[in-house]
């Protein structure tokens, strides 16, 4: 049986976005797989990861 930990990135559409390529690779280098990213009507995005433990 495989088991996950999961780490969500929440960021303000309008702030200095944690959500670009470069913090994308180095969490793919950690082993992190994105999973899903939302956005609502607040301006607020969030960014849903998994990997392996």
Known sequence: ???F????LTNKVFKKSLM???EFNRL???GW???QV???EAGVARAF?????
């Not at 990861?49 to 433990?53: E, G």
């Open 28 to 30: 793919g280098k950690q």
């Open 38 to 40: 939302t956005s609502e």
């Open 49 to 53: 990861f998994k990997r392996a433990v």
């Open 33 to 35: 797989e994105l999973v």
């Open 5 to 8: 930990e999961y780490k969500i």
């Open 1 to 3: 049986m495989k088991f």
């Open 20 to 22: 670009n390529e470069e």
